[in-house]
C-alpha cells in the first residue's frame, strides 16, 4: 500500500468499524434497559406487529375476565338474596304449621297472622330492592316488563376477544324472575284431606285461589297490602275482611274455621312447599350459569397465559444472550478506538523521508 497524505485508508477502515461496533453497542445497551429486543419496526416489520395485535388481545382478555367475574358476582347477589327469601318462607311455614295445630285461640293466631304479614312484607321489599350497580334483578314478570335495566333477552357478558356471538354468555331473562310474593304463590294446588261423619278420609285438589278467597283475598290481590294480610291470614287459620274505606287501615279477622269449603292453615303448608321449591329451582339455574361462568373465567386464564409466554418470547431480551454481544460491542469499539488512533498517526511518518 502506498503512503499518502491526503487520503488515510487505515483511518477510514477504523473510523467506519468503529461506527458499526458503536451502533451495535447502543443496541445491545437500548435491548438490554428496555427489557424488549423489539424496540420499533426497524428492529422486526413481522414480529412488530405481531406483538401489537398481541399486546391488544392480552389487555382485551383481562378485561374479559373482569366481565365474567363481575357477573359471577351478579349472579351470587341473587343466589344470597334467595337465601334470604328462603329464611322467611320457612319461618312462615313454621308459623303456619304452628297455627294449623288445634291449640291455639283467636288472639294468638292474629299474633301468628301479625309477624307472618310482616315476613311477606319483607320478602316484597327485598325482592323489589335487590340489584347490582342499577340492574333490578328480581323485576321482571313477562315479556312486557320495563325498567329493569336489561333487554327482554336478559344480560349479555362480554367474555370474548370479538363481537361474535361466541364471545358472550347470556344470561337469560328468566333468571331475573320476580321473586314477590305475587310470583312466587302464582297459583297451583296442594292435596288436603277431609273426614266425614264415619271417620273416612278423603283426598283431594285445593287450589291456592280457592283458599286465598276463602281468607278474604285471592291471587290477583296478593300486590296490594290487603291481599298480603288475607294471604297471612290463610296463613294463620283466619279470614280477613278489609275495610270498606280503603284510607281507614287494617280490617278485622275472623277464625277460618267458621267458614265453610276452607281446610285451614294446614292447606297453606302445600303452597308455602311450591314456593320454596321455586325458589330451590331458580337457585339452581343461577348455580349453572355461575358454573358457565366459572368455566369461561378459566378458559381466559389459559388463552391469556399462552398469548403472554409467546408474546415474552417474541419480544423480550434474552439477557445472557444480548450481554455477550453487548460485551463483543464493546470490545471492538475500544479495540476500533485505539486502531483509529494509531491509523491518524500514520501520514506522519511521511515526514521521516523529507
Known sequence: MTLTINTNIASIVAERNLNSATNKLNKSLERLSTGYKINNAADNAAGYSIADMWTTQISSLDVAGDNASTGNDLLTTIEQTYGLLTGHLQRVRDLTEQAANGTYGS??????????????????????????????????????????????????????????????????????????????????????????????????????????????????????????????????????????????GEGTYNLLSDEDNTYGASAMIGFIDNAINEISKRVTKIGAAQNRIASAISALDVQSQNLTSSLSTLRDTDVADESSKYIQAQILQQASATLLSTANQTPSIALNLL
Not at 194 to 204: F, I, M, N, Q
Request: hydrophobic share 35%; aromatic share 6%.
Open 107 to 248: 288472639i294468638s293466631l292474629k299474633s301468628i297472622q301479625a309477624e307472618i304479614y310482616g315476613r311477606l312484607q319483607e320478602i316484597d321489599r327485598i325482592s323489589a330492592n335487590s340489584e347490582f350497580n342499577g340492574i333490578k334483578l328480581m323485576s321482571y314478570v313477562d315479556e312486557n316488563s320495563t325498567g329493569i335495566g336489561m333487554t327482554s333477552d336478559g344480560l349479555n357478558l362480554q367474555v370474548g376477544l370479538y363481537s361474535n356471538n361466541d364471545s358472550v354468555i347470556n344470561l337469560d331473562i328468566s333468571l331475573f324472575k320476580s321473586a314477590r310474593i305475587s310470583s312466587l304463590f302464582s297459583g297451583g294446588t296442594t292435596k288436603v284431606f277431609t273426614r266425614d261423619a264415619k271417620g273416612d278420609v278423603t283426598e283431594s285438589e285445593y287450589s291456592l285461589d280457592a283458599a286465598l278467597t276463602a281468607a278474604g283475598g285471592g291471587i290477583s290481590a296478593l300486590n296490594t297490602h290487603d291481599g298480603l294480610r288475607a294471604m297471612a291470614a290463610a296463613c294463620s287459620a283466619l279470614k280477613y275482611t278489609p275495610n270498606a274505606d280503603e284510607n281507614a
